[in-house]
């Protein structure tokens, strides 16, 4: 099999190029990347060292791809990822990127016969709803009072509402899916789209607006000011987190038997025993730093920002078994021992932010 991984030398798409290498030592694998996020340079280092094929080129411009044929699989996870871009500046970047893209990878899978596969967010679920529940301190953790509409288990599962507002990259990761709904169907194009929670581990070029444990530890390891932001400033804000690993399990199966999966949209994510908030984070990292870090709070929420969110995967169990293995701790000290293994690398890349 021949598979195109575009965003392929990001956090997500490299570590998909090199987890699908290892299992399926056979397939030929491509990286796209036009390299926009600081970090995926490296990546493509990596990549190339296991025979892994790097194309430099931009998903926005459909001759970019016409240069690439023969393709079995295209793996979408070309975007830019913040939810921050597009309300002060990139918002054209982001639509051109996130939905344009989308359908020039469209057209590249029908040209192709590809099937494909999207990496979506639970940022298409709209942030101004989450905002309006009630909620409780447990664990230093925002945990909602109630339920969500339609949803079971304090989880958001695909259930819950899709229209209202959802931050501009929501809106481009939701436009995408309907895109893609519409043209396979127009087009008789075979696509899986996982709707991921925040996705975390090793490799992952955190900074302030995407990929926090990152640059939570980046801000330990070169003694950066930290802020915890919004709801009052008091870091009680959460997430489920998935590692890296646990995804590329899943895409790894969805690979072997895509016929089991196809024409179907899921929630991915790392669920209720996953979550961690701001908090959580600090004491893990003051455990692990071995030092007290003083955090500051701005107590204003920034925009598009939520204080919870815990994916219900029942879904995606129940069709196929797959859940969540890895520890959250475990995936805190994994990201803890990268970031020290690659200070000077990582020093480098923040000259450069
Ligand atoms: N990381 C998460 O927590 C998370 C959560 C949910 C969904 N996702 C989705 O997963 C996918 C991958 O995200 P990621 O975390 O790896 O982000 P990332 O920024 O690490 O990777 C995205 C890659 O796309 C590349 N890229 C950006 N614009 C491009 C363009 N115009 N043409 C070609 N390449 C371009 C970047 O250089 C980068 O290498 C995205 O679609 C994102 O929306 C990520």
């Avoid at 801000?219 to 870091?235: D, E, Q, R, V, W």
């Avoid at 455990?287 to 107590?299: A, C, P, Y």
Wanted: contains cysteine.
């Amino acid at each position: 099999m021949n598979i195109l991984i575009t965003g392929g030398c990001g956090f997500v798409g490299s570590s998909l190029c090199i987890s699908i290498k290892n299992k399926f030592k056979e397939y030929k694998i491509i990286a796209f990347d036009n390299f926009y996020r600081k970090g995926s340079i490296i990546n493509k280092k990596r990549l190339e060292k296991i025979g892994i094929k790097v194309i430099k080129g931009d998903i926005r411009f459909k001759k970019d791809l016409d240069k690439i044929s023969n393709i079995d699989l295209l793996i979408d996870c070309a975007a830019d990822p913040s939810v921050a871009t597009g309300k002060k500046k990139n918002l054209r970047y982001l639509v051109e990127t996130n939905l344009i893209g989308t359908l020039n990878s469209l057209e590249f899978s029908k040209k192709n016969k590809a099937k494909l596969i999207f990496l979506s967010s639970s940022r298409i679920y709209p942030f101004e709803d989450i905002n309006k529940m009630k909620f409780k301190i447990k664990n230093d953790q925002y945990i909602p009072k109630e339920n969500f509409k339609n949803c079971k288990k304090k989880a958001i599962s695909e259930k819950f509402k899709t229209k209202g507002i959802k931050t501009f990259y929501g809106f481009t990761k939701y436009s995408s899916e309907n895109l893609i709904e519409e043209y396979s169907y127009a087009n008789n194009i075979d696509y899986i789209i996982n709707r991921c929670g925040v996705i975390a581990g090793p490799w992952q070029w955190g900074k302030i607006d995407q990929g926090f444990i990152v640059y939570w530890m980046i801000c330990y390891l070169f003694k950066m000011k930290l802020n915890y932001i919004g709801y009052g400033g008091s870091g009680y804000q959460c997430r489920d987190i998935l590692d890296i690993n646990d995804l590329s399990a899943l895409i790894n199966k969805q690979i072997t038997n895509f016929s089991n999966f196809k024409n179907n949209i899921f929630n991915i994510g790392g669920g209720s025993s996953r979550i961690l908030s701001l908090k959580n984070l600090t004491d893990q990292c003051n455990k692990l730093f071995g030092f007290k870090k003083k955090i500051n709070s701005i107590s204003k929420t920034r925009y598009g920002d939520i204080p919870y969110y815990v994916t219900d995967y029942s879904k995606i169990y129940n069709l196929c078994g797959w859940k969540p293995k890895k520890k959250l701790e475990t995936t805190v000290f994994e990201i803890y021992k990268w970031v020290n293994d690659h200070k000077k690398t990582i020093k480098k890349q923040i000259e450069k932010i």
